[in-house]
């Protein structure tokens, strides 16, 4: 049996098709052309169909007997009656709200309680406060479907509206305590249930249609799943949905997951909890991960030179500029979305090369931060996996699990999240008994070299002090 997994990432399409004989796989991804002059707006049928033809591709004389959707996270749109897209999509990188969280967060007690009650913080990625944008643009929300990527290519595969609730908890809609729409979010947006699509479970699939089959070359009648976010998808995909296994993944913006039986909100908002398919995940997210590096690379060295050239010219214990990687924002830890990012503690003596090493290690740091706030509540996990873009880049690698001090597991899938798709397809078609069974076997082994360790601890603090100093608001 073969099944197809589809996903419209932040920066890129993305499909596997996949073999339940010998588990062999294809994959396909292509990035988005840039369809407004902001990055961090993305025209949904545009993605929907670049998708799909990445599909389409995969499945040419082959038979599918799953489809199955992975989408961003955080991703926001609202459709007419027909759900047709009135708005381009929100990423989560659009930080267009930053002023009305700001407002906000001064009020301790509403930050509090929308956070016990969604398992979110009040900040500019998540899209209940996009829509409060969008309400003072002048939209009626009363008189949208609100939607998201995932949901959207769902619908115009199978000619339904369904969503699911892990996909709503991540979007800051969900009540974690009741596991369905918040009712104090929903009467201050003005709207009802009756605005988003019919909340479904990750397992309850709907025919492809045969407008749906033409466009991804198969036959109607398939069973399509609908669309789980690639957060969970991720953990699901790492074969982490067991206790004590953390994810780390560091791709265009950067995450931290363990998988917990109940949802678990510290009294002081910091990590965040949302709803996964079969089990809940507590972690921390940043904004500036390899989107920084590519910045600076792209900014600084062009296409003149390779990643691979530059990192040849770092020594891991250069002297470096400290890089606060807030380019869009900050998440964890202090969830300060109107920072900016920027390099202190430079010297005549720092070149472009240590200028791209420091970006490196400040992500890392970020992330660091958001580790120290995990391990508080969770202690230290048995098994760290890492996955993303950095897994490419053998230095930054290693410097990860001298900065962590920590044994890093580096998995032979490449794409965790379509691999979490089709760990669902597997489930689906019966070839796997249930998501906690699906497990990975790392194909490289990463340890901390104690020295270093020592070193980036002493940078860390460097780090910190100004982290710290540049705390309070700043202006765009």
Not at 155 to 175: D, Q
Request: some cysteine; aromatic content about 10%.
């Amino acid at each position: 049996m073969n099944i197809l997994a589809l996903e419209s990432s932040t920066t890129s399409a993305k499909a596997m098709l996949y073999d339940t004989s010998d588990h062999t796989y294809t994959i396909e991804a292509k990035a988005y052309p840039q369809y407004f002059g902001d990055a961090t707006l993305h025209d949904a049928e545009s993605v929907f169909l670049e998708t799909a033809t990445l599909g389409k591709k995969l499945c040419a004389g082959k038979r599918v007997d799953a489809v199955t959707l992975g989408g961003t996270w955080h991703s926001v749109l609202l459709c007419d009656a027909d759900f047709r897209p009135v708005t381009p999509v929100y990423q989560w990188s659009n930080t267009e709200p930053a002023e009305i969280c700001s407002l906000l967060r001064k009020d301790e007690q509403y930050t509090r309680g929308y956070y016990q009650r969604t398992g979110c913080m009040v900040n500019a990625i998540y899209p209940s406060f996009k829509l409060r944008m969008l309400r003072a643009h002048g939209f009626p929300l009363e008189a949208y479907f609100i939607a998201d990527q995932g949901t959207y290519n769902a619908f115009r595969l199978t000619g339904e509206k369904t969503v699911t609730a892990s996909m709503l908890s991540g979007e800051g809609f969900l009540n974690v305590n009741e596991q369905r729409l918040d009712r104090t979010v929903l009467n201050e947006l003005g709207i009802g249930e009756r605005n988003f699509a019919r909340i479904v479970a990750h397992n309850e699939s709907h025919p492809l249609t045969a407008k749906g089959a033409a466009l991804l070359g198969t036959v109607p009648g398939i069973p399509v799943l609908p669309a789980c976010p690639d957060g969970a998808l991720n953990q699901i995909g790492a074969g982490a949905l067991r206790r004590g296994i953390m994810t780390i993944s560091v791709g265009t913006s950067g995450a931290l997951r363990v998988a917990t039986p109940n949802p678990v909100l510290p009294e002081i908002p910091s990590i965040w909890c949302y709803l996964a398919p079969e089990t809940w995940l507590s972690g921390a997210a940043i904004s500036g991960c390899c989107n920084c590096v590519d910045w600076y690379k792209n900014t600084m060295f062009g296409s003149e030179i390779t990643y691979e050239q530059i990192e040849r010219e770092l020594d891991s214990e250069h002297s470096t500029p400290v890089f606060l990687p807030f380019l869009f924002g900050e998440r964890c830890p202090g969830w300060r979305d109107e920072r900016l990012g920027g390099f202190s503690a430079v010297t005549p003596l720092h070149s472009r090369y240590h200028f791209y090493h420091g970006v490196l290690e400040g992500i890392l740091f970020n992330l660091y931060q958001c580790y120290l706030a995990i391990r508080t509540i969770h202690g230290v996990p048995k098994r760290v996996k890492l996955s993303g873009g950095i897994v490419h880049s053998p230095f930054w690698l290693q410097m990860c699990a001298d900065i962590f001090g920590l044994e890093m597991e580096v998995d032979d899938a490449a794409h965790g999240s379509l691999m979490g798709a089709v760990a669902l397809g597997l489930e689906k078609l019966g070839v796997l008994g249930k998501l906690t069974d699906f497990a990975t076997e790392p194909r490289q082994t990463i340890l901390p070299n104690a020295n270093l360790s020592s070193m980036y601890e002493k940078k860390y603090e460097r780090y910190l002090y100004y982290y710290q100093s540049f705390g309070g608001e700043i202006k765009r």
